[in-house]
Structure formats: structure tokens, C-alpha cells
């Protein structure tokens, strides 16, 4: 099978409001499960991590990348590529340190966030976006890469813009590879 | 321009009621409350007629010297009341229907944030700005 061919002939296309709503049904009943901020992230971060780790092999299939030789690249490449293929929108890459592997990725537009207006009293440390930085990371350890992606900025807490900041930390070697759980 | 705008849920009480700051802001209430029994009136009137063909607009509830009333309903029986100023003459009916649909609109996306549950008070700043632009200037 050559590597170029489609791998869906047709592309199903579902509606936007009603992927953004899902999200946040997902959000709201976990903040009602859980009432720690904290617990919350760390769930929301986990189940990105899911599907992240499946994700990167749809991705790899239909998008052909070539391989990468730098960090920035890669992170050109989640930017460009990935975030345009499955959210619809490409966020712009800043890098920020010297020695080349930490990175942010600047969001000024935010589907998932269409409807939240703030987030609610109480829930201030909330990252309601956190699924996009499970899913980085467990796509990018599917590659053989540990990176710490987190928020450094969030504008449903008050700042300008939202900032996914992601730091690429030493390769997996691979025989020590274990997935986490 | 509206002095008073009030959203009412289905069972009959206030998710958001905000009037023009003035001394007596309980007639405008009064007169939402007291407009509830027409709007269910032309409700009923018009489910026994054309249920496929009935609109959302509900027109000119009852007029009184100094205001006039109108009313909105929606498919879930939410309903939207504005009390505007009889003085302003200028007012056309377009001009109301545009002013509601803009409500139903903001209605809507109050509605899709994950964090608001149906039935509670609407404290949203997005319907907030939305209503004082229609207060201070016609639409």
C-alpha cells in the first residue's frame, strides 16, 4: 500500500457545536465528581493522554510528515499541521529558551471555548483545556519524546492570550520504554 | 429603547429581570408579572388554532399610558418580556421582533455554556452588555 493513498475515502464531518458542547459536558461533570481544581486537571490531562497516544497514529497516517531532525520542527509541525487538521486552527509558535527545547504554542482563537464566557466562582485554577495537553504529550511519547506540556496562559483566567507551553525533556531510550498508565 | 427586559422559564419565574435605573423599578416588575397571564393566554389561543405555524413573536401584549409591552416565547417555553417606552413613537414592529431575536440569540449561548445550569439565574456579561445596548439605544 503506498504511503501517500487516503486512508478514508470520505471524510465524515460532525458538527462543530456539537464536539464543543461535548467538551464541555466533560468538563462540567467532572468538576461536579470532583472538587479539588487540581484532580480535575489531572484527569482531564490523563484522558488527553489516552487519546493522544492513539491519535498519533491517525495522525502519522494522514498526514505524511516527513521526519524531524530538531525540536522545532516538531513543534512546527503540531502547530501547523496537526492542530489545523483536527481543530481548524494553527496556533502560532514562539520559542522560549536558548538551548532549543522549550516551547509555546500561542492560541489566539480556542474552539473548545466558544461557550465559556469565565470560569465558574470557585473553580479559578481551573485548565479547561487541559485534554489538549494530555493529548500532546501522549502523542509526542508515542514518538519516543517526554515533553511537559502544560498552560502559561489561559484567557478564560484573565490573560491575553492562552499559551501551551511545551518542554522536551530527555529521549525515551527504548528499551527501557514502559507505558505509563 | 426598552426600560425593562425580563427572561421568564417555563415554570413561571424570573432568570433575569433588569429595568432602567429609576424610583419605581417594582412597576416594572409588576407589570412582567402581570403580562405573564396574557402571554399564556396567547399561547393557549394559538395551540388550538396552528400549532405547526405558531410564531415565536408574540406582539404587543397590552399597551398602557406611559408603556407598552411585548412578548416572546420559544419552542421551550421560555419567555421573553420588554417594556418599552410609549413616548418613542419611532419604534416599528421589525425593530421589536430584531430586538428579540437578538435576545433569543444571546438566550442561546447563555444556554451552551457547560458551567450554567438550565434554571438558574442568568449572570452571563456577555447577555448583560447585550441588554444595556438595547436599553440605551434602539437596535
Known sequence: ?181 | MAVCVAVIAKENYPLYIRSVPTESELKFHYMVHTSLDVVDEKISAMGKALVDQRELYLGLLYPTEDYKVYGYVTNSKVKFVMVVDSSNTALRDNEIRSMFRKLHNSYTDVMCNPFYNPGDRIQSRAFDSMVTTMMIQVC
Open chain 1, 1 to 181: 500500500m503506498s504511503r501517500s493513498a487516503p486512508r478514508r475515502t470520505e471524510n465524515h464531518k460532525i458538527n462543530k457545536d456539537l464536539f464543543v458542547l461535548t467538551y464541555g459536558a466533560l468538563v462540567a461533570q467532572l468538576c461536579k465528581d470532583y472538587e479539588k481544581d487540581e484532580d480535575v486537571n489531572k484527569y482531564l490531562d490523563k484522558m488527553g493522554y489516552g487519546i493522544g497516544t492513539r491519535l498519533i497514529e491517525d495522525f502519522l497516517a494522514r498526514s505524511c510528515v516527513r521526519r524531524c531532525h530538531s525540536y522545532s520542527e516538531i513543534t512546527d509541525i503540531i502547530a501547523q499541521v496537526a492542530f489545523k487538521m483536527y481543530l481548524g486552527i494553527t496556533p502560532s509558535v514562539a520559542c522560549r529558551n536558548s538551548s532549543r527545547n522549550e516551547f509555546s504554542l500561542i492560541l489566539d482563537k480556542n474552539p473548545l471555548v466558544e461557550f465559556v464566557e469565565e470560569l465558574p466562582a470557585g473553580r479559578s485554577s481551573l485548565c479547561y483545556c487541559n485534554l489538549l495537553c494530555g493529548i500532546i504529550r501522549g502523542a509526542l511519547e508515542m514518538v519516543h519524546l517526554t515533553a511537559d506540556v502544560t498552560f502559561l496562559q489561559d484567557r478564560l483566567k484573565g490573560d491575553s492570550v492562552t499559551e501551551i507551553g511545551i518542554t522536551f525533556l530527555k529521549k525515551l531510550e527504548e528499551k527501557r520504554y514502559r507505558r505509563k498508565k
